[in-house]
């Protein structure tokens, strides 16, 4: 199974290359950084720039699985909900909605205005995964690495990738 992680904005570079980085081996997972998150990233198997709209992940033709996109600017979610591929990340974001794959997106901004939010909708009504980082208090999180792992958990359960990250709610 091939797994695709777009970082989209600066603010969350880090939880979303955690996320890449905590995708189980027996996945096949690729990275698109884009331009935005203004972080200079070593040159990588698998990892392309936003900008290099002929790359694999912009072919349905590849077989990307699952795409996630943590953090997702809300200029990134507009673009998607809107069918604006100009770029990697949202082009390849529009393969996966067009071949009825996974979807998942993270927005990172609050609070959402009217506008976000009728976006999200948009895109929920397609099938995209709506899922901010927001944290469930009863894990009772003692530190950031604990959150952060809590929130790619939720995010791994939602995609349907098996995970211990976090501690999951016993009643």
Partial sequence: MKILI??????GFSLGKKTYDLI?????????ISDNAKIV????ENIYSNN????KPASGSFGIDIMMITPCSM???????????????TRSAGVIIKERKTLLLAPREMPFSAIHLENMLK?????VIIAPPILGYYSNHSNIEEMENFIIGKWFDLVGI???LYK????
């Fill in 162 to 164: 098996e995970n211990n």
């Fill in 24 to 32: 189980p081996k027996e996945y096949e997972k690729h990275l698109i």
């Fill in 123 to 127: 895109l929920s009504r397609l099938g």
């Fill in 41 to 44: 990233a070593k040159k990588e």
């Fill in 75 to 89: 200029n990134t979610l507009a673009k998607i909900a809107n069918g604006i591929e100009d770029n990697l990340i």
């Fill in 6 to 11: 777009g970082i989209s904005g600066a603010s």
């Fill in 168 to 171: 999951r709610w016993n009643g």
């Fill in 52 to 55: 290099e709209i002929w790359q």
